[in-house]
């Protein structure tokens, strides 16, 4: 039996310092090839600088409803989101383990479905969590998937994405696809932005790779294009 915690947390901003507030999760069991999601599960904090009204206006978690709450300390982080588990899940892992201390996860491997279904659904219409749920035709209660922007409903539908995820692609090849910058189906930017990368020039790919401010990931996508080229 494998159990694989699928998390998600929402915060007062887009870069530490700024507090989580929300811890949620939901665990998917593995036995015999079968699996189980369980329902979710999600734990409010409090801040000590408030939410600022635009970050509300996301997930709508007012200041009175965790005013006075305790505020979220590392060994709560550690036992919310790892817990003994064979693996921590979450969708856009990148931004949940801003907020994670290295003793965090310890020796548990880390999945981003958001990585992974670049790998296997090149071709989806989008890859946040909220598009491949109705892309794969989810059908998730309402009291347990709803709303979009809560902990305990995107680490739910996260779980199903990883279900399907699971009938396609091995454990392993996630845990490994995560620890890579992400693989983009296409090119994102300039003229040959939504074009496969074999049909993007040489010259551009060069090009990229000469940026100094070239987002990283991007350079590895040109890089690796590069390199298949000249394999």
Not at 117 to 123: E, F, G, I, K, Q
Not at 200 to 223: H, I, P, T, Y
Request: charged share 25%; proline share 8%; glycine share 6%.
């Amino acid at each position: 039996m494998a159990i694989y915690r699928v998390i998600d947390i929402e915060t007062t901003g887009m870069e530490p310092p700024a507090a989580i507030i929300e811890i949620g999760y939901a665990d998917l069991t593995h036995i015999d090839g079968l699996t189980e999601i369980a329902a979710p599960r999600a734990k409010l904090f409090g801040s000590a600088d408030g939410c600022p009204p635009e970050v509300v206006a996301v997930h709508h978690i007012l200041p009175e409803q965790i005013e006075g709450l305790p505020l979220c300390d590392q060994a709560t982080l550690a036992k919310l989101a790892r817990n003994g588990c064979d693996a921590v899940v979450a969708h856009n892992a990148e931004f949940e383990t801003k907020w994670f201390t290295p003793d965090i996860l310890g020796p548990t491997p880390l999945i981003c479905t958001y990585k992974a279904a670049l790998r296997v659904w090149p071709d989806a219409p989008g890859h946040s969590n909220q598009v491949l749920r109705y892309w794969l035709k989810h059908t998730l209660a309402d009291d347990l998937a709803m709303p979009p922007h809560r902990a305990g409903p995107d680490a739910y539908v996260t779980a199903h994405i990883l279900q399907s995820l699971m009938q396609l692609a091995s454990i392993e090849d996630m845990i490994a696809w995560t620890k890579e910058p992400r693989l983009l189906p296409t090119c994102p930017i300039g003229k040959f932005r939504g074009k496969a990368w074999p049909d993007v020039e040489v010259g551009f790919l060069r090009w990229m790779l000469d940026q100094a401010s070239m987002e990283a990931d991007l350079k590895w996508n040109a890089r690796r294009e590069l390199e298949r080229r000249a394999a």
